[in-house]
């Protein structure tokens, strides 16, 4: 038998507090993080290492040491009981003689789901789960969608002037909020496995996407431009930083881009040849191209149920340039390869096949930024988690590009969980109610 005591939760929310340090980092690992406290001192610390491995247990024993023993291990997810890359992290903790070990999340991972409690229990051990249970699902959010619905989660992030507009249409970049939120959205970018934007956005802004705060550089998430047609120039600040910091173009089959909405006729939505699902190599050699053989996975394709992406922001014209020809797509293919761009053929009207691709890449969170039709796209398909809304102070007026959701008018099943005020402006986050 056991039960929660007074110091649990404060322990807890400590190991929380402690499990987000890593987030982004970790790969398809969750961020866990593990405290070891005896006689209500904290005597071992630690969480997942960058890379996924070695987990949190197994380093939080070996700073405890002999201390261990006796003593309570605080674990925000269920210790692993499978031998994967590294051994089980209950038999590491059976071994070193902890007491009692509190537990807020269980496993949804079918190699241990359940199996990690038991085995701590039938070793004499007092378990007790689902300490701080809210708080530690919020924080391992990314992985649990990932793991139970096979896609990465989806936080859409909007900024928004007083008047419910994204920009001004045929401008490039329009102030709409101040440093303090955009120093938030930074931050939200270092806790982010993956970035995405359309390329009318990257058209218009010629954005960087990477995580700018002091010290957090390195924290950059992997960006991505859904790009039909391939129109992202070489001198863009994303591809000519692509070695630095990767960039995937997500880009239709050739000459398919053309016609929005039109199903491939015949062909997958996600193509193979790398021995990864979804992600097809270069262009630079016609050899290549015969390489855009069907899925040999066996899945079936999904029909193509949402609108098209092209054509979305300031900028530029609607619809992108529909006169592309197919020797230059491949050219222009090939010149952002050269630069260190990945292309990657998926059909951009299947959200859904591409955020399969993602996750099996292990891309567990993704943030998507921007325009307005990517964002829509997203909230169609029925894809976003979260939304960070911030509502800058002044008015757009004539001109204004609109958001698909302002303060007050969210999208059906959305739940304001969160306010803030970062200088002038409002912040405000909602999540799918589920
Ligand atoms: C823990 N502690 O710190 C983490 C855990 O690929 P592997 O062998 O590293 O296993 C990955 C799985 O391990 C992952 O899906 C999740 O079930 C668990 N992650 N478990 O005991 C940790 N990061
Ligand atoms: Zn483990």
Known sequence: MSAVVPDDERFMAAAIRLSRRNLGLTATNPSVACLIVRDGVVVGSAVTAPGGRPHAETQALAMAGEAARGATAYVTLEPCSHHGKTPPCADALISSGVARVVVSVTDPDERVAGRGLSMLRDAGIAVETGVLETEGRAALTAYLTRQTKKRPHVTLKLAVSSDGMLGRLGEGQVAITGPVSRGQVHVARAETDAILIGIGTALADDPELTCRLPGLESRSPVRIVLDPRVELPPASKLARTARDVPVIVVAAREGEADVPGTPPSGLPAISLSRGEIGWESSFSSSENEES???????????????SPL?????????????AAVPGEWRARA?????LGVEVLICDPHRLGDLLAALATRGISSLLVEGGARTARSFLDAGLVDRIMLFTGPKAIGKGGIASPCVSGRMPQGF????????????????????
């Open 292 to 306: 855009a053989a069907p899925r040999s996975d066996g899945k079936e394709t999904i029909s193509p149920s949402i």
């Open 334 to 338: 090939a010149a952002l390869e050269t």
């Open 310 to 322: 092209e054509g979305e922001m300031a900028g530029r014209p609607e619809g992108g340039n529909p």
């Open 415 to 434: 739940a304001l969980r969160r306010t803030a005020r970062y200088g002038a402006d409002i912040f405000e986050e909602y999540e799918r109610d589920e």
